[in-house]
């Protein structure tokens, strides 16, 4: 299956495609991954990039739709893949729509506020990529998967979070319109636990 998720920052895109790549058996391609391993690897492309992952806004469309499109033609995505956090933009939909035939779009719906609390709880891991919640660590500096030093990512920061959410407000929600108007759109309730919300993930698929 070719699934994309869309979703505001912090409606749990990644830790549902995490999820569905266990059990489906297919990679997940993350652009936001893809991104910040070139940040910390200090790449060309991660220094070309830094100061635009770092306020919160958009990685052109261009350099995004090239990346995802080489990252989609290897093998391993031959089967299908979950894409978390592409498209973003209608003019990235546009481009995918050239090169790839999704099957669905699952929209993560989840309110602004409880997004805000998840964000702002939020801890990263940058030696296995892991991301967690405060309420769900014992101890809030330590990764409980590898024992790395958690960190709040630059883009968890309250300003930055306000610019991700204007961007996402003002060039990713168009989405939502641009996949129902396709009969691709699959809208889930994305609040509450992660299992709850995995399961209505899981029933939406199999309808
Ligand atoms: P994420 O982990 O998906 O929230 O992505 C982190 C950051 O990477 C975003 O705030 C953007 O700066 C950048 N990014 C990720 N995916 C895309 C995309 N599809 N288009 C442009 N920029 C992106």
Do not use: W
């Not at 919160?56 to 350099?63: A, H």
């Amino acid at each position: 299956m070719k699934i994309i998720l869309l979703g505001a920052p912090g409606s749990g895109k990644g830790t549902m495609a995490q999820k569905l790549t266990g059990e489906l058996q297919i990679p997940q391609i993350s652009t936001g991954d893809i991104f910040r391993k070139n940040l910390k690897e200090a790449t060309p492309l991660g220094l070309q990039i830094k100061d635009i992952l770092d306020s919160g806004g958009l990685v052109p469309d261009e350099i995004t739709i090239e990346i995802v499109k080489n990252r989609l033609a290897e093998p391993d995505c031959n089967n299908g893949y979950i894409l978390d956090g592409f498209p973003r933009s209608i003019v990235q939909a546009e481009a995918l729509e050239t090169f790839q035939n999704i099957d669905c779009a699952i929209n993560l719906s989840v309110d602004k506020q409880i997004i805000v609390s998840r964000l702002s709880g939020r801890r990263f891991c940058p030696d296995c990529n892991g991301t967690f919640h405060i309420s769900a660590l014992s101890d809030p500096e330590v990764c409980p998967v590898c024992g790395g030093k958690l960190i709040v990512r630059k883009d968890d920061r309250e300003e930055t979070v306000l610019e991700r959410f204007r961007v996402y407000e003002t060039t990713t929600l168009p989405l939502i319109d641009f996949y129902a108007r396709r009969g691709k759109l699959i809208t889930v309730d994305g609040s509450g636990g992660i299992d709850v919300v995995y399961e209505r993930i899981l029933n939406a698929l199999n309808k």
